[in-house]
């Protein structure tokens, strides 16, 4: 089975702080995602990468960005936290889009707060 | 924004009743897939139809597509406590992305 894993379950940080989630996979996929997951608002989509140094913004990219140097890492990084980012933040990553089998496999999650 | 939107948003019901859930969408798609989240987790994929059918089955699950009105149900028959969960379903977009909806929250009271 594929497995994502997401450094963290808990983490709380303070306003300003510089943050970094770490995800991990094991599957040799391409593409990798970041979303961040609200009440009310579902699933949006942070940033994604389908390939090693490559990046792509989703719809809400600002106050993020993001670091693939290696095909089973993907890092989001919080240039300086704000209340406002605190959140669940799930990891993904799925095998290249080839019309057959594009399904998501999602790590555990981060819930992030920020202080 | 593509997001597609659940309903209902929440759903709650006897073990052993079936659920339905639906999903509509905004723009073309290739394919639907509906995911599950148990609380406080990851999602995981449940079921996966595509543009050109209609109707896809896996074990308790039945998921239809109607791509005229942009729209899929789930439907979960016999229905357990352990069913109990969010439901999501997502549609791909343009470049790699996937778009989720808001989730409908369903309870199966035992």
């Known amino acids: 089975d594929v497995k994502v894993t997401q450094s963290s379950r808990y983490l709380v940080k303070r306003t300003g702080e510089k943050v970094f989630l770490e995800c991990v996979q094991d599957?040799?996929?391409?593409?990798m995602f970041w979303y961040r997951q609200d009440p009310g608002l579902g699933l949006r989509l942070i940033y994604f990468?389908?390939?090693?140094?490559?990046?792509e913004k989703g719809d809400i990219p600002e106050g993020y960005s993001v670091s693939r140097e290696k095909k089973e890492r993907f890092s989001l990084i919080l240039e300086s936290a704000s209340t406002n980012q605190t959140s669940m933040y799930l990891c993904a990553s799925s095998l290249p889009w080839t019309g057959v089998d594009e399904k998501l496999f999602f790590g555990s999650g981060t819930q992030l707060s920020v202080l | 924004s593509q997001q597609g939107e659940e309903d209902p948003q929440a759903l709650s019901i006897q073990e052993g009743e079936n659920a339905t859930m639906n999903c509509s969408y905004k723009?073309?798609?290739?394919?639907l897939q509906w995911y599950r989240q148990n609380s406080g987790r990851g999602l995981v994929h449940l079921i996966l139809i595509r543009s050109n059918e209609r109707e896809k089955h896996s074990g308790r699950l039945r998921v239809t597509l109607d791509t005229s009105k942009k729209s899929s149900s789930l439907l979960i028959t016999a229905s357990r406590a352990a069913d109990t969960a969010s439901y999501f379903c997502?549609?791909?977009?343009?470049?790699?992305?996937?778009?989720f909806g808001t989730g409908t929250s369903l309870t199966v009271i035992p």
């Open positions: 997502a549609t791909d977009g343009t470049g790699n992305q996937f778009y």
């Open positions: 990468s389908y390939d090693v140094k490559m990046k």
């Open positions: 723009t073309s798609i290739n394919n």
């Open positions: 599957m040799d996929h391409e593409n």
